[in-house]
């Protein structure tokens, strides 16, 4: 019985260990900046999806009278936009004129990657035409602005901390009488910005508001990576589309739209109106382009000659779990750690609050583990005397075995009548690893994910707790590990000393099966994250003591 469920235990990690190993490359920001160019290119289908022109007048509903100077543009119009450039002290933006839309918009925070001057993650990762943010209207006819020239009233915006916020507003001219607004209001200490449409001159009845992202060339394939979206009704839904074409749809109660990885994301969050919102997610093309569009009804007269088209909040940021609550609408949701999640996210307010007054994440990792082998240390305790109880019992255990060999059942009685007699379990060996299982997942999934984490140095050679560790020795090159892995070298040897203390109740076939154990663990550890590699170490290290202790001073 010990023996299955310790194999249960090494084939649930080996599965995880296993994919990590094969398939878990490190997440990598894109490595367009505000200093590069974005030359990934567009297919012809997808281009011709945005025209700098309405879409023609085969529709059988008659256009108001508003929009029939609309059908043809300007030529004037179509013409090469403006930049505009948004400093903040979080980030550096660059707006397109033409449709108002995002080319650039760079964390200062967080970099590409621990190379002191690796550029600022840019969440931009797409070309023109097809940019963030980018518009439709439509009131019988439908009007594609996602290329047309916005006007800027500001071509340089310079927010420093404690400043008020500055709009910047871009005008297109529609037509002889019709004209969009759309103003952006920037914040100088938030990711989030706001996003108000009016019109004057023409009759719109809806808009639609588009996304566009595609996956980082190098990305991690167990953490979700794509489009996603939160209603009250539905809860979190996160979009998985396969082939080019393949497309989803919801239309009801919304809170917000986004394209996410597993530490940043771009999210739209409807600010007025009632809905209800329809929102579609298309894949353009085999480079896994996404468009993500949300529409929804005008809010109605703004005065003055105006109708408001939409108001949102647009958050551009890091995935960090204070940042989001403060934005509101349930964005927090957006940090779904899966089935782990009621203990993961404990995990990760234990670490923060830790992170207050002792800042490392390594030594809050410690002490973490430290509390959690605090609070399992009763159960450990009480599972270790029963491990040598049973150990005792073994010559015991063995005559039953001889004398009952052919009677299964018979056996099995008097088995449980000596466990019983010395109130033993003989699965009480396992329970305290069964019930660390799911931490150590939990804590999995926070070192993925959990921004906080993200390039956080521990000390010496271990300069990211969520990459696997690694000292390089000039002259030393390992085949596929590249680096000396000393940490989960240090984890293996650490098991195996905890093993060898350990009494066991196993027969000599297999003790010598579960000797391979700590070889097994330290290959499958060789590419997790060195903050789980320290987590791991540290509670094979508390147990040794524990194992010490209860060897030394318990009969």
């Given at each position: 019985m010990e023996t299955r469920a310790l194999l249960a235990i090494v084939l649930s990690i080996a599965v995880l260990a296993g994919f990590q190993f094969f398939f878990g490359n490190k997440l990598q920001a894109p490595v367009s900046s505000l200093n590069g160019t974005n030359t990934s290119a567009v297919n012809s289908t997808v281009k011709a999806k945005v025209e700098t022109r309405p879409v023609s007048s085969n529709t059988s509903q008659k256009k108001p009278q508003a929009l029939?100077?609309?059908?043809?543009?300007?030529?004037?119009?179509?013409?090469?936009?403006?930049?505009?450039?948004?400093?903040?002290?979080?980030?550096?933006?660059?707006?397109?004129?033409?449709?108002?839309?995002?080319?650039?918009?760079?964390?200062?925070?967080?970099?590409?990657?621990?190379?002191?001057?690796?550029?600022?993650?840019?969440?931009?990762?797409?070309?023109?035409?097809?940019?963030?943010?980018?518009?439709?209207?439509?009131s019988g006819a439908e009007m594609d602005l996602r290329a047309r020239l916005f006007t800027a009233d500001n071509l340089k915006v310079e927010l420093r901390e404690g400043q008020e916020p500055v709009t910047v507003r871009f005008v297109c001219r529609l037509g002889e009488n019709a004209t969009l607004i759309k103003d952006y209001t920037f914040k100088s200490e938030s990711y989030a910005f706001d996003l108000t449409m009016k019109i004057t001159g023409a009759d719109a009845r809806r808009y639609t508001v588009f996304l566009y992202d595609k996956p980082y060339k190098q990305s991690t394939r167990y953490v979700f990576s794509g489009p996603s979206y939160f209603s009250p009704s539905k809860g979190l839904e996160e979009i998985k589309l396969k082939k080019p074409g393949d497309s989803h749809a919801y239309s009801g109660d919304l809170d917000w739209l986004s394209y996410g990885d597993n530490y940043f994301m771009t999210a739209l969050v409807p600010n007025g109106g009632k809905g209800p919102w329809n929102v579609k997610i298309v894949l353009l093309n085999e480079e896994k382009l996404t468009e993500s569009s949300l529409s929804a009804p005008v809010l109605g007269d703004a005065g003055g000659g105006f109708i408001t088209l939409a108001r949102m909040s647009v958050y551009m940021g890091p995935k960090e779990i204070e940042r989001l609550k403060r934005v509101g609408h349930n964005l927090s949701k957006a940090i779904n750690f899966g089935w782990f999640d009621p203990i993961a996210k404990p995990l990760l307010y234990v670490l923060n609050f830790m992170y207050k007054y002792v800042p490392n994440y390594g030594i809050c990792i410690i002490l973490l583990t430290v509390l959690i082998k605090v609070l399992f240390w009763p159960l450990a305790h009480k599972s270790a005397q029963s491990m040598k109880t049973m150990q005792k019992l073994q010559p015991k255990l063995q005559k039953l075995k001889e004398k009952y060999g052919d009677d299964k059942e018979r056996l099995n009685k008097e088995l449980m009548q000596l466990y019983k007699t010395y109130k033993v379990n003989p699965m009480s060996g396992c329970l305290p690893m069964l019930l660390q299982i799911p931490v150590f997942f939990a804590l999995y999934k926070v070192l993925l994910q959990a921004i906080e984490l993200r390039h956080a140095p521990f000390m010496l050679w271990i300069n990211d707790l969520s990459a696997p560790d690694r000292l390089m020795i000039p002259g030393v090159h390992i085949p596929m590990?590249?680096?000396?892995?000393?940490?989960?070298?240090?984890?293996?040897?650490?098991?195996?000393?905890?093993?060898?203390?350990?009494?066991?109740s196993l027969d000599p076939t297999q003790a010598k099966m579960m000797q391979l154990l700590p070889i097994v663990f330290t290959f499958m550890f060789i590419n997790f994250p060195s903050g789980l590699v320290l987590y791991w170490l540290v509670n094979n290290i508390l147990s040794i003591v524990q194992q010490y202790y209860v060897n030394k001073f318990t009969d």
């Amino acid at each position: 019985m010990e023996t299955r469920a310790l194999l249960a235990i090494v084939l649930s990690i080996a599965v995880l260990a296993g994919f990590q190993f094969f398939f878990g490359n490190k997440l990598q920001a894109p490595v367009s900046s505000l200093n590069g160019t974005n030359t990934s290119a567009v297919n012809s289908t997808v281009k011709a999806k945005v025209e700098t022109r309405p879409v023609s007048s085969n529709t059988s509903q008659k256009k108001p009278q508003a929009l029939k100077s609309l059908v043809e543009l300007p030529k004037e119009e179509a013409a090469e936009g403006r930049d505009v450039v948004v400093d903040t002290p979080l980030f550096k933006a660059v707006i397109s004129e033409n449709g108002a839309t995002f080319r650039h918009f760079v964390l200062k925070r967080y970099k590409q990657t621990i190379d002191k001057d690796s550029p600022g993650v840019d969440l931009v990762n797409v070309s023109p035409p097809l940019l963030p943010l980018g518009v439709k209207i439509s009131s019988g006819a439908e009007m594609d602005l996602r290329a047309r020239l916005f006007t800027a009233d500001n071509l340089k915006v310079e927010l420093r901390e404690g400043q008020e916020p500055v709009t910047v507003r871009f005008v297109c001219r529609l037509g002889e009488n019709a004209t969009l607004i759309k103003d952006y209001t920037f914040k100088s200490e938030s990711y989030a910005f706001d996003l108000t449409m009016k019109i004057t001159g023409a009759d719109a009845r809806r808009y639609t508001v588009f996304l566009y992202d595609k996956p980082y060339k190098q990305s991690t394939r167990y953490v979700f990576s794509g489009p996603s979206y939160f209603s009250p009704s539905k809860g979190l839904e996160e979009i998985k589309l396969k082939k080019p074409g393949d497309s989803h749809a919801y239309s009801g109660d919304l809170d917000w739209l986004s394209y996410g990885d597993n530490y940043f994301m771009t999210a739209l969050v409807p600010n007025g109106g009632k809905g209800p919102w329809n929102v579609k997610i298309v894949l353009l093309n085999e480079e896994k382009l996404t468009e993500s569009s949300l529409s929804a009804p005008v809010l109605g007269d703004a005065g003055g000659g105006f109708i408001t088209l939409a108001r949102m909040s647009v958050y551009m940021g890091p995935k960090e779990i204070e940042r989001l609550k403060r934005v509101g609408h349930n964005l927090s949701k957006a940090i779904n750690f899966g089935w782990f999640d009621p203990i993961a996210k404990p995990l990760l307010y234990v670490l923060n609050f830790m992170y207050k007054y002792v800042p490392n994440y390594g030594i809050c990792i410690i002490l973490l583990t430290v509390l959690i082998k605090v609070l399992f240390w009763p159960l450990a305790h009480k599972s270790a005397q029963s491990m040598k109880t049973m150990q005792k019992l073994q010559p015991k255990l063995q005559k039953l075995k001889e004398k009952y060999g052919d009677d299964k059942e018979r056996l099995n009685k008097e088995l449980m009548q000596l466990y019983k007699t010395y109130k033993v379990n003989p699965m009480s060996g396992c329970l305290p690893m069964l019930l660390q299982i799911p931490v150590f997942f939990a804590l999995y999934k926070v070192l993925l994910q959990a921004i906080e984490l993200r390039h956080a140095p521990f000390m010496l050679w271990i300069n990211d707790l969520s990459a696997p560790d690694r000292l390089m020795i000039p002259g030393v090159h390992i085949p596929m590990i590249d680096g000396i892995p000393v940490l989960t070298l240090l984890m293996g040897a650490s098991m195996y000393l905890q093993q060898k203390m350990s009494p066991s109740s196993l027969d000599p076939t297999q003790a010598k099966m579960m000797q391979l154990l700590p070889i097994v663990f330290t290959f499958m550890f060789i590419n997790f994250p060195s903050g789980l590699v320290l987590y791991w170490l540290v509670n094979n290290i508390l147990s040794i003591v524990q194992q010490y202790y209860v060897n030394k001073f318990t009969d």
